[in-house]
């Protein structure tokens, strides 16, 4: 694996494989790395003949009274794994690589005329200006790297509507791919921000995926397709764990991400809830084969 630090860097690692027109993928993450960027390296691996993964903790997407500087950094560590995993190159930009001067351009999500907009809710209302930072560096990072496919991760499922939307609009040609969730054995989605919980906070934090799960069991055993009372069944569940400060809870679209009132296949869960003071947020696919995971408890 190359490791490489600067934008001409990345690009001399890349020309090589262009030349040779061979398929390059691209991982971008904030590092911390855990099972669930592994599996997007592993997703990486079956459709391109080079991965290359970033490691960047963007500031642009972080509002100042968030986690930015007490975001986990653990690069020696990330780059074991990616390593081992199978990353040919991995490029880990200082802030000043990637944003030398005082922006004057960002990109943005389009707010309509009736006020919709793919940032107008959930991740996107708890957290003003976040999605302007992650599209803004994404689209930077599709820039240097010129992918043909670039993989992300379904627990943030706003963030990969927004990016694929932003492909689409903007016309990069890349394609965006969104990897399954990937769970602990208990139903904890894997985050990097999990670190930040301590052992009772972690267990505190299943009723999480529970909720989740009710939602999903109400949907597919009960036959429930109202959202309100499918959302009433998760509320009641994370009602149980009064640990868990729900922050929004609600079952969506999932191309538009307008809330909905009758669930049907393809629909989403969304949730965000602080667990003592680390912010979690969490999703489910209102599909037959969706489950998360296999604690017991969750078939409440
Ligand atoms: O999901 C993340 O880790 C980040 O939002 C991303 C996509 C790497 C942009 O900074």
């Given at each position: 694996m190359e490791t490489v630090a600067s934008k001409a860097a990345l690009g001399a690692a890349l020309a090589a494989s262009r030349a040779r027109r061979e398929r390059i993928a691209l991982v971008p993450t904030m590092g911390a790395l855990h099972e669930g960027h592994l599996a997007l390296v592993d997703a990486a691996r079956r459709c391109a003949s080079r991965v290359v993964m970033s490691i960047f903790v963007n500031p642009l997407q972080f509002a100042p009274h968030e986690d930015f500087a007490a975001y986990p950094r653990t690069l020696d560590r990330d780059a074991a794994l990616a390593r081992d995993r199978g990353v040919d190159i991995l490029f880990t930009p200082s802030v000043a690589e990637m944003y030398p001067a005082a922006a004057r351009v960002a990109v943005t999500p389009v707010r309509r005329d009736d006020g919709s907009a793919l940032d107008a809710r959930w991740e996107g209302a708890a957290r003003p200006g976040h999605f302007a930072g992650v599209l803004t560096v994404v689209a930077k990072l599709l820039h240097l790297a010129s992918p043909d496919v670039a993989l992300f991760g379904r627990k943030d499922l706003q963030q990969v509507t927004l990016i694929r939307a932003m492909a689409r609009d903007l016309d990069f040609p890349v394609e965006i791919v969104t990897v399954p969730t990937v769970r602990a054995p208990d139903g904890l989605a894997l985050s990097?921000?999990?670190?930040?919980?301590s052992a009772a906070e972690r267990a505190q934090a299943l009723a999480i995926p529970r909720a989740l799960r009710a939602m999903h069991r109400a949907w597919?055993?009960?036959?429930?397709?109202?959202a309100g009372r499918v959302t009433e069944i998760g509320r009641a569940v994370l009602a149980e764990e009064p640990a868990v400060a729900v922050e929004y809870l609600g079952v969506a679209d999932a191309d538009t991400l307008e809330p909905i009132a009758t669930v049907a296949e393809g629909a989403v869960a969304m949730i965000a809830a602080r667990v003592g003071r680390t912010r979690l947020i969490d999703n489910i696919v209102f599909e037959r084969a969706e489950a998360p995971g296999p604690d017991p408890r969750m078939n409440r």
């Open positions: 990097s921000r999990n670190a930040y919980l597919t055993a009960d036959g429930r397709a109202d």
